[in-house]
């Protein structure tokens, strides 16, 4: 994938990286995936869920929405097709990517689910450049949602050979100390949204970005 920064970025797409799969979902999305059940906006609309796991989102939500997801897991990719959900469709990319902006510039989102908005930018100029094409993706009224929690901390992936006696060998996506720059700073999300005309609304210990 091509980026448009030149930071030196990890290469997932040729092996079978487990990452989140068959791992519980982290209390972040949960809390997400709780408000929006209760969210009669949830009809007939078109989803981006970045970062899509162990794909609990995707099984919940009503068939009626459609959902893309995108990881940069291809066990992830070949769980969430073996569900065989209606209209929901996983794709390998990275968010940071020129293939993100290629992939989505001309479908509009009701709603976008993204837990971690920042905490594994490589740089400031591609969290940025993302950050411009979430909002170019939303349809007017169109919302991102976030999680609080998840502005506070930063991380970075690496691959690694691992083994078990389940799966011996096998390659994984570990997390591993990132940046301390990636904390989201509420200040710095509101320099964003005021550049781009999007409200904000924190909810408990949620954040929404309006457009």
């Given at each position: 994938?091509?980026?448009?920064?030149?930071?030196?970025?990890?290469?997932?797409?040729?092996?079978?990286?487990?990452?989140?799969?068959?791992?519980?979902?982290?209390?972040?999305?949960?809390?997400?995936?709780?408000?929006?059940?209760?969210?009669?906006?949830?009809?007939?609309?078109?989803?981006?869920?970045?970062?899509?796991?162990?794909?609990?989102?995707?099984?919940?939500?009503?068939?009626s929405n459609k959902i893309?997801?995108?990881?940069?897991?291809?066990?992830?990719?070949?769980?969430?097709?073996?569900?065989?959900?209606?209209?929901?469709?996983?794709?390998?990319?990275?968010?940071?990517?020129?293939?993100?902006?290629?992939?989505?510039?001309?479908?509009?989102?009701?709603?976008?689910?993204?837990?971690?908005?920042?905490?594994?930018?490589?740089?400031?100029?591609?969290?940025?450049?993302?950050?411009?094409?979430?909002?170019?993706?939303?349809?007017?009224?169109?919302?991102?949602?976030?999680?609080?929690?998840?502005?506070?901390?930063?991380?970075?992936?690496?691959?690694?050979?691992?083994?078990?006696?389940?799966?011996?060998?096998?390659?994984?996506?570990?997390?591993?100390?990132?940046?301390?720059?990636?904390?989201?700073?509420?200040?710095?999300?509101?320099?964003?949204?005021?550049?781009?005309?999007?409200?904000?609304?924190?909810?408990?210990?949620?954040?929404?970005?309006?457009?």
């Amino acid at each position: 994938m091509k980026f448009d920064c030149n930071c030196s970025k990890p290469l997932f797409i040729n092996r079978q990286y487990s990452y989140w799969e068959s791992r519980e979902t982290t209390s972040d999305e949960r809390e997400i995936i709780e408000k929006i059940l209760d969210d009669k906006f949830l009809f007939n609309k078109n989803i981006l869920h970045v970062g899509i796991g162990n794909s609990e989102l995707a099984k919940k939500i009503d068939a009626s929405n459609k959902i893309f997801g995108i990881t940069l897991s291809n066990n992830e990719i070949d769980y969430a097709k073996s569900l065989n959900l209606k209209n929901y469709k996983p794709i390998f990319c990275d968010k940071y990517s020129l293939k993100f902006k290629e992939i989505f510039h001309n479908i509009k989102f009701n709603l976008i689910i993204d837990t971690n908005l920042k905490s594994y930018s490589c740089c400031q100029s591609a969290f940025d450049n993302m950050m411009e094409s979430l909002f170019n993706y939303l349809e007017p009224g169109g919302r991102i949602i976030t999680s609080i929690n998840g502005m506070k901390w930063f991380k970075t992936l690496k691959p690694k050979l691992s083994f078990n006696f389940k799966n011996f060998l096998h390659y994984k996506m570990k997390e591993v100390s990132g940046n301390p720059n990636n904390i989201l700073k509420e200040s710095e999300l509101k320099n964003i949204c005021s550049k781009h005309r999007i409200k904000i609304l924190l909810h408990q210990k949620l954040c929404y970005l309006i457009k």
